[in-house]
């Protein structure tokens, strides 16, 4: 079955640590990744997505996400968070019936 | 500006009644979709649709109902039938194919007193 797994729900941390979010997808040929964002009482915004060529894939706020086929893995980080990146991220994989499945998301909260 | 349009953004109904969201994308885009939003839960699939008059099953579509009679819209109904309600509802729409993303509507809260 097509699915996305990621980690650790609920992540704690102070403003100018670094994050990093895991995110395993199942094996389904050619796969579309993606990384979004909910800021509190807001939708869903994409953060940053994988196609092909470079694995590393930068996108906006200073996120970064990296791709490793080997391991069926597209983790986000960022070196250094702020309160305002406090918000619920979520990966995704787009398989090839068009069909975007969603990992279970990651609760991040910034302490100023 | 093209975009996709949920409406309302909060509804309340009672328990027993069928409640339809409405869904309407000007993106041009083949395939639109709905997403529940739990709690802990991520996003899962309800409906989706490819192609106009056409339309599949997700991974949680009981107690829900979709059509697809023009491109723009694709609503849903959430039956009487479906036990737990209360959730966001998430529209979506693409275009067919790999190599797209998808845009997202800004949702609908349903709560079900």
């Known amino acids: 079955a097509q699915s996305v797994s990621q980690h650790n729900h609920h992540v704690i941390l102070s403003e100018a640590a670094s994050l990093e979010l895991g995110c395993n997808y199942s094996?389904?040929?050619?796969?579309?990744l993606f990384w979004y964002v909910q800021y509190p009482g807001q939708h869903l915004q994409l953060l940053l997505k994988y196609f092909s060529g470079d694995p590393l894939v930068k996108g906006i706020k200073g996120f970064e996400a990296e791709f490793i086929k080997s391991k069926f893995s597209f983790n986000l980080r960022k070196p250094s968070v702020q309160w305002s990146d406090t918000a619920e991220y979520f990966c995704?994989?787009?398989?090839?019936?068009?069909?975007?499945?969603f990992g279970k998301g990651n609760q991040v909260v910034v302490i100023p | 500006d093209g975009g996709i349009t949920q409406s309302p953004k909060y509804l309340f109904r009672k328990e027993g009644q069928n409640v339809t969201l409405s869904c309407e994308q000007n993106l041009n885009h083949d395939a639109m979709y709905w997403y529940r939003q739990d709690p802990g839960q991520g996003l899962r699939l309800i409906y989706y649709?490819?192609?106009?008059?056409?339309?599949q099953k997700g991974d949680i579509a009981e107690g829900y109902s979709v059509s697809r009679e023009k491109k723009e819209s694709f609503p849903l109904t959430v039956t009487s039938a479906q036990k737990n309600p209360t959730a966001f509802y998430l529209c979506?729409?693409?275009?067919?194919?790999?190599?797209?993303?998808?845009?997202f509507g800004s949702g609908t809260r349903l709560t079900v007193v």
């Open positions: 979506a729409s693409s275009r067919t194919g790999t190599g797209y993303g998808y845009t």
């Open positions: 649709s490819q192609i106009v008059n056409d339309f």
């Open positions: 094996y389904g040929g050619t796969v579309n």
């Open positions: 995704a994989a787009l398989y090839g019936n068009n069909r975007l499945a």
